[in-house]
């Protein structure tokens, strides 16, 4: 009985988290309440209550969960890349996960435009934002200055610079694609637009 009670309580929780991401996504995370989330899902109040003490921790939670989910889901299909072909294919596979998950896309609408946070609130989720949002920038550095040691890539490039043009590529085509400003396919607009950046420093093999 008692497990069948925690299972349940588990089973509450997670209603709470599936049904805030959606009204955060309708509505915005100033303009949703308690009171929304609890009628959501049938619920009275005090018992959303009894889960977070109140959005932010909610919010806390919706972050740690997505991006362990999203962790888990690509641990093993992306390791560190040794070469371009190796970053090229890690970029693919980043974007197509996210291309074929509509309720990561919705998570990620959210929380990319979060205009209306207050400070308190993203200096609290932050760095979870950057985590989620972004390619790992620690692993474009490694790999590209693995490519420019092994003279794959001109030696006169600024790794640093480099790693940052790769990472706004990355992060401008994933808003782009989120907030639909234009109709295209993710992970061919991402390769695209890596091959474009990399094929002018590749160092002509002799």
């Not at 929780?13 to 009171?35: H, M, P, S, W």
């Not at 040691?149 to 001109?154: H, M, N, Q, R, V």
């Not at 043009?165 to 295209?184: D, K, S």
Request: charged residues 25%; neutral net charge; proline residues 2%.
């Amino acid at each position: 009985m008692a497990r069948r009670t925690k299972e349940e309580a588990e089973q509450t929780r997670q209603a709470v988290l599936d049904a805030a991401l959606n009204i955060f996504y309708e509505k915005g995370f100033c303009r949703t309440t308690f009171d929304e989330i609890a009628k959501r899902i049938n619920l009275t109040k005090g018992a959303v209550y009894w889960h977070f003490r109140n959005k932010a921790d909610l919010l806390s939670e919706l972050m740690r969960q997505k991006f362990n989910s999203k962790n888990e889901q690509l641990h093993g299909l992306i390791g560190m890349p040794q070469d371009l072909a190796g970053l090229r294919e890690a970029l693919r596979i980043h974007a197509q996960s996210i291309e074929n998950d509509p309720e990561f896309q919705k998570f990620l609408f959210f929380i990319i435009f979060q205009m209306e946070w207050s400070e308190t609130i993203c200096q609290r989720v932050g760095q979870q934002v950057r985590e989620i949002r972004d390619f790992p920038l620690q692993q474009i550095k490694e790999t590209l200055t693995l490519l420019q040691k092994s003279g794959e890539i001109d030696p006169a490039a600024d790794i640093d610079e480099l790693s940052l043009i790769v990472l706004c590529m990355w992060r401008g085509t994933l808003n782009a694609y989120i907030c639909r400003y234009y109709p295209f396919n993710l992970t061919a607009q991402i390769l695209k637009s890596f091959d474009l950046i990399m094929d002018g420093l590749k160092v002509e093999k002799k």
